[in-house]
């Protein structure tokens, strides 16, 4: 054994026999092999970690689109869909497999291409993602108000390979948009409303309640007579005029209020009269009142008015008594145990009442003796 190294390698000076040469060379090849494993296991594990993680991100992103309330869907370059989440199927109520395989135009019928081809065109000259807003229908045929993205799903050379489309119900937000609008618009009515109650507040009143002044003054220096008459109608309707253009003011900054009953409307002008008549007037109800018309009701309360502000100038009555009764039509009738109604009021001052129960397609009456008294008769049809 003298002259060798140890087994397999030689020592200085000493060279190895051939069989030791190769099981050398074999060794160092395995060493080799044993380092190019130790490196792909190394790259195996990190792919694998990377792997992992990719289906974990997928996982994430797949429960991402289950649970979405929005509808996401994938579709061919085409726009024929091939995945369906539940979102779409709440949305559109469509299973999945009754609506893969056929085109995303039958769920915006209205818009034949419109809007959504020209998003696909979009997409193929390279646009990453396209938005607009659609009216969709439905399963049932019912129309829904929608905000629809396409996104482009490409390969690494740029060619289209597919959409996704996420599809948001927008019908509460165009209601609030809307909402929104008109709010703003009630405010500028409001604002021009209140305009015009300033105006006619500091025009047209202050104008009739001077000419009302000097009518007075007129009506004191005519005395007694018919021309004092005519005077004291004349400014009975101008204070008619003043309450519907002060009603007009309040209506106009406060906008239309929900009206009275037609008995609650009644007794209020009978407590207004109470002061200038300087008595309560007497007031009595027959027939279903309260189911008059909101329209033909506008028109009895300002008549009632103006007969009891006659009563209270003209009249010099102890007693009046107001009846309003609803059957097949309308009636008011106030009689009081005045002087009786002259020619002039017949002719003038009742006028008004007279207009309105026309109007309607009624008809007005007035009787009275000198020292008599006086009876209305104001009446119109009903519908049925």
């Known amino acids: 054994m003298t002259g060798q190294a140890g087994w397999g390698r030689a020592g200085p000076g000493e060279t190895l026999s051939r069989p030791e040469a190769d099981l050398a060379a074999a060794r160092e090849q395995i060493a080799c092999l044993h380092r190019e494993l130790e490196e792909t296991n190394r790259g195996l594990s990190a792919m694998h970690a990377e792997l992992a993680d990719a289906r974990q ?18 579709l061919t370059p085409d726009g024929v869909i091939q995945t369906w989440n539940p979102g779409a199927e709440r949305l559109f109520g469509y299973q999945p497999e009754e609506i893969t395989g056929r085109s995303a135009r039958e769920l915006v019928p209205d818009l034949p291409g419109g809007e959504f081809d020209g998003a696909l065109a979009r997409l193929r000259t390279g646009e990453r993602a396209v938005e607009f807003d659609s009216r969709g229908q439905r399963k049932d045929g019912s129309p829904v108000d929608v905000a629809v993205t396409l996104s482009a799903m490409r390969e690494a050379g740029g060619a289209l390979t597919g959409l996704a489309a996420v599809v948001r119900d927008v019908t509460e937000r165009l209601r609030a948009e809307a909402e929104l609008v008109s709010a703003r618009a009630q405010r500028e ?8 109650a300033r105006d006619l507040h500091d025009s047209a009143i202050q104008r009739l309640f001077a000419a009302g002044m000097a009518l007075q003054g007129a009506a004191a220096l005519a005395g007694r007579g018919e021309m004092s ?5 004349v400014i009975s309707e101008l204070d008619t005029s003043i309450e519907e253009i002060r009603e007009a003011i309040f209506t106009l900054r406060r906008g239309p209020r929900q009206p009275a009953s037609v008995r609650a409307q009644v007794l209020a002008l009978a407590a207004e009269a109470e002061r200038p008549l300087g008595f309560s007037p007497s007031v009595s109800f027959g027939g279903p009142i309260d189911t008059v018309p909101e329209g033909i009701a506008a028109q009895l309360v300002p008549v009632l008015r103006e007969a009891l502000s006659n009563v209270a100038r003209h009249a010099g009555a102890s007693a009046v008594e107001v009846t309003v009764s609803a059957g097949a039509g309308l009636l008011l009738r106030v009689t009081d145990n005045g002087c009786g109604v002259s020619a002039v009021a017949r002719a003038s001052g009742l006028r008004n009442m007279r207009e309105r129960a026309q109007l309607l397609g009624g008809s007005f009456a007035v009787t009275g003796e000198p020292g008599g008294g006086t009876t209305i008769v104001w009446q119109v049809p009903l519908p049925r």
């Open 57 to 74: 991100a997928a996982g994430r992103l797949a429960a991402i689109v289950q649970s979405s309330d929005d509808a996401m869907f994938a």
């Open 189 to 196: 009515v409001l604002a021009e409303r209140d305009r015009m």
């Open 229 to 233: 008459a005519r005077i004291d109608v």
